[in-house]
């Protein structure tokens, strides 16, 4: 069983990328990040790190970084309802408010924000292993 990190967040790849397995997913968006995790769940991954963590909601933000743990051989139902709450909350906010538009220097902070949040939640997984 591995743990990886799902992300598409470029700071959190080139900082962890000694640390983990990455997935690097630039291409897609929050929503597209929680949409792959769910498939990941289906195939028997189990979350480590709430995919709503952290205190920025999911329309102010494109980047988003979590942890599973891949390998396992059956469906983590509190995984799968987990992820499917967050989407269904991330799809609301994005529909009520649309996705903004940032300036390179507020999206080089909320880089930071999501690698310092995943950074701490990948200390706390490798303590619990």
């Known amino acids: 069983m591995a743990v990886v990190l799902l992300t598409n967040n470029p700071l959190a790849e080139k900082k962890l990328k ?3 397995q990455i997935v ?3 291409e897609q968006d929050y929503l597209g990040i929680l949409k792959n995790a769910r498939n990941r769940i289906h195939q028997g991954a189990v979350l480590l790190t709430h995919p709503l963590s952290g205190s920025i909601k999911p329309s102010e933000t494109p980047f988003k ?3 599973l743990k891949e390998g396992e051989k059956t469906l983590d139902t509190g995984s799968l309802q987990m992820i499917e709450d967050a989407i269904q909350v991330a799809e609301r906010m994005i529909e009520q408010t649309g996705v903004r ?3 390179e220097l507020i999206l080089a902070d909320f880089q930071l924000i999501d690698c310092d949040l995943i ?3 990948l200390a ?3 303590q619990h292993q």
């Open 124 to 126: 706390h997984a490798k």
């Open 119 to 121: 950074r701490h939640g």
């Open 24 to 26: 690097f997913e630039e």
């Open 18 to 20: 000694n640390e983990i």
């Open 101 to 103: 538009k940032w300036t």
């Open 65 to 67: 970084s979590l942890l």
